[in-house]
């Protein structure tokens, strides 16, 4: 007789993880199988972040981003002292180096008292004595930011996923997806063969494939997934002492992209990026990454064009940069004049996952799609990493509910 799981959950992601982790806890006598396609966990948007616990500065408040992110700094951090995984609480600051940055850090500084999140405002004077290497007219200092290894983070729920009784199915690639009134039916390749698992409820946590895996099902949405990549440098060694704090400039407000800063990451280097450029393949971590199927799903969405359009500009800008090594450099020296070109060496790129609307309009929070017997993360925007012990609380919640009937809502 053929099994059927309880609960089948597409993606070993963080969030995927994070969701199986603790479903199983809550349900112990059930059976919970995680499908992901690589042979290990965290290979996309979790294993190219920049390691940040953030605090949750820049998000509006009573969104999910704001509610998430807060509860997510301490979840994460006591997970990590519970399993030994390093976390350094470096802080963060926030560099204005002209008058308008002045105006739009004002604003921050004001959304973080919003947020009672524990900042303080620098002058000039007071930015030179915290950061020697660092130049501006003023800076926020975020106390509670952190960083870790969200990979090592996503490893150990795994673990404790599996000693749980939860089952992890690698190098299984999701092809097709079929809804019946009592079970889930999921088609896939497992190492090239073809294998099928029945459920009688499923989770996609699928990141950059979240709006193919909705489809599968038929379920009507009017997002689809556009990647940008993020591109980054890391600095020659004997800069990774440079800074104290992260160092990240104030951000365009209109933008969900945070600017270049420079990262102190737990192994104790420093990384320089990202910038933003549009991606064509939605898993191409290299300089060049071309996809036909990617490429002609971007084309054909409206989305796509008006979205570029609205930020053509900006995105030509960022297109220079990532060809042109010294206008990349210029973004940092606007900080932290000492960096030359030949610091910059390489680094992995990441990509981002955003779900744009058919309108054009970028999604900034997050956005969940249902059926009778499925739950689905269309978007999960930074701080996802930090955040995803509350988010994996919060689908558990909505599995709970088991909503009845096809709808998406954010």
């Known amino acids: 007789m053929e099994k059927v799981y309880d609960y089948i959950i597409v993606g070993g992601g963080i969030i995927g993880i994070s969701t199986a982790w603790q479903l199983q806890q809550r349900n112990p006598d ?95 004077e007071q930015l030179k004595e915290a950061e020697a290497n660092i130049v501006g007219l003023g800076a926020i200092r975020v106390k509670t930011t952190s960083i870790v290894n969200y990979r090592r983070v996503t490893e150990k729920m795994a673990e404790e996923f599996v000693d749980a009784g939860g089952e992890l199915s690698m190098q299984t690639e999701v092809t097709g997806i079929t809804e019946s009134p009592l079970t889930v039916t999921v088609q896939a390749l497992r190492r090239g063969q073809p294998v099928s698992f029945k459920s009688h409820f499923l989770v ?142 390489p680094y992995p790129a990441g990509i981002r996952a955003q779900a744009v609307l058919k309108d054009g309009t970028l999604i900034h929070d997050f956005l969940f799609a249902e059926s009778k017997r499925s739950l689905h993360v269309c978007n999960a925007p930074s701080p996802a990493a930090t955040s995803a012990i509350p988010i994996g609380n919060h689908i558990c919640d909505k599995i709970d509910e088991r909503q009845p009937v096809n709808r998406i809502s954010a």
């Open 204 to 345: 996609s946590c699928s990141g950059l494939m979240a709006d193919r895996v909705t489809k599968m099902l038929g379920i009507e949405t009017d997002f689809q997934i556009i990647p940008y990549r993020g591109e980054y440098y890391r600095l020659s060694a004997k800069h990774n002492q440079v800074v104290n704090h992260l160092i990240y400039p104030i951000p365009d407000p209109e933008l969900p992209f945070l600017g270049v800063h420079l990262t102190r990451m737990i192994d104790g280097s420093v990384t320089v990026g990202p910038n933003a450029v549009q991606g064509w393949k939605r898993e191409g971590y290299g300089k060049i990454n071309i996809d036909l199927k990617d490429i002609w799903d971007m084309l054909r969405f409206p989305g796509f064009w008006k979205a570029t359009l609205a930020n053509l500009k900006k995105g030509l800008i960022e297109t220079r940069n990532s060809w042109w090594k010294p206008g990349y450099l210029k973004l940092v020296n606007k900080y932290c004049p000492m960096i030359r070109l030949e610091d910059l060496e």
């Open 30 to 124: 059930k059976t919970i199988l995680v499908l992901e396609k690589e042979n290990g966990l965290s290979q996309h948007q979790t294993g190219h972040n920049s390691g940040v616990i953030h605090a949750g500065v820049y998000y509006a408040p009573g969104s999910l981003k704001a509610e998430f992110c807060k509860a997510g700094v301490d979840a994460t951090i006591n997970f990590c002292k519970k399993h030994d995984i390093p976390v350094e609480n470096c802080g963060k600051l926030l560099v204005a180096t002209n008058l308008l940055e002045m105006e739009r850090m004002q604003a921050l500084y004001e959304r973080c008292t919003a947020n009672a999140i524990e900042v303080e405002l620098l002058t000039a």
